[in-house]
Antibody, heavy 119, light 107 residues
Framework: EVQLVESGGGLVKPGGSLRISCAAS????????MTWVRQAPGKGLEWVSS??????YYADSLRGRFTISRDNAKNSLYLQMDSLTTEDTAVYYC??????????????WGQGTMVTISS | DIQMTQSPSSLSVSVGDRVTITCRAS??????LNWYQQKPGTAPKLLIY???GLQSGVPSRFSGGGSGTDFTLTISSLQPEDSATYYC?????????FGQGTKVEIK
């Protein structure tokens, strides 16, 4: 079964750091671009960052504070988040990017991990 | 960044009604437009890719259309399980952006 499982969320104080993870199974992880998307409570979806075998992209508003990485040997995706603020409070989803008739889309999503920034 | 604007923000419709949601891009994105459905407390689910491609397993009452800057998601006959928030997303730019969402409620 194709599956993504996030972990590592929790409560962090403003200014702190956190690393969240996403474990992939059921597909050749190394061949896919992977992505983080977040959703603040009661708000819409916000793309955070994507990583392929050769390129990394970040949302402009997050570049410099967040670092995406992957370990293909462990079938895992990571997001290191530094200098966290209350505005980073959200559910963080990992998603698989797949090309469908030449257009990319996020076809598989994890269940999400909650990150809460509060003093 | 490419801005995506959905309308309406919410709507209340009856079972069996035809529902159309619109998504407009701030610049031409060809057909690089996807639609997702999200129910409360769950992850988004891909419905439509490349503007009009139906994702495997998605009921045929869902359809997508449009190209350039204007796109639509249509539910031909709304079912109770279609109560959800729907998001469009552009994949033209590597800096992906979503619309703000359209909440569909059942009357």
């Amino acid at each position: 079964e194709v599956q993504l499982v996030e972990s590592g969320g929790g409560l962090v104080k403003p200014g702190g750091s956190l690393r969240i993870s996403c474990a992939a199974s059921g597909f050749p992880f190394s061949t896919y671009t992977m992505t983080w998307v977040r959703q603040a409570p009661g708000k819409g979806l916000e793309w955070v960052s994507s990583i392929s075998s050769r390129t990394i992209y970040y949302a402009d508003s997050l570049r410099g504070r967040f670092t995406i990485s992957r370990d293909n040997a462990k079938n895992s995706l990571y997001l290191q988040m530094d200098s966290l603020t209350t505005e980073d409070t959200a559910v963080y989803y990992c998603a698989r990017e797949r090309f469908l008739t030449g257009s990319a889309a996020f076809d598989i999503w994890g269940q999400g991990t909650m990150v809460t920034i509060s003093s | 960044d490419i801005q995506m604007t959905q309308s309406p923000s919410s709507l209340s419709v009856s079972v069996g009604d035809r529902v159309t949601i619109t998504c407009r891009a701030s610049q031409s994105i060809s057909n690089y437009l996807n639609w997702y459905q999200q129910k409360p407390g769950t992850a988004p689910k891909l419905l439509i890719y490349a503007a009009s491609g139906l994702q495997s397993g998605v009921p045929s009452r869902f359809s997508g259309g449009g190209s350039g800057t204007d796109f639509t998601l249509t539910i031909s006959s709304l079912q109770p399980e279609d109560s959800a928030t729907y998001y469009c997303q552009q994949s033209y730019s590597s800096l992906w952006t979503f619309g703000q969402g359209t909440k569909v409620e059942i009357k």
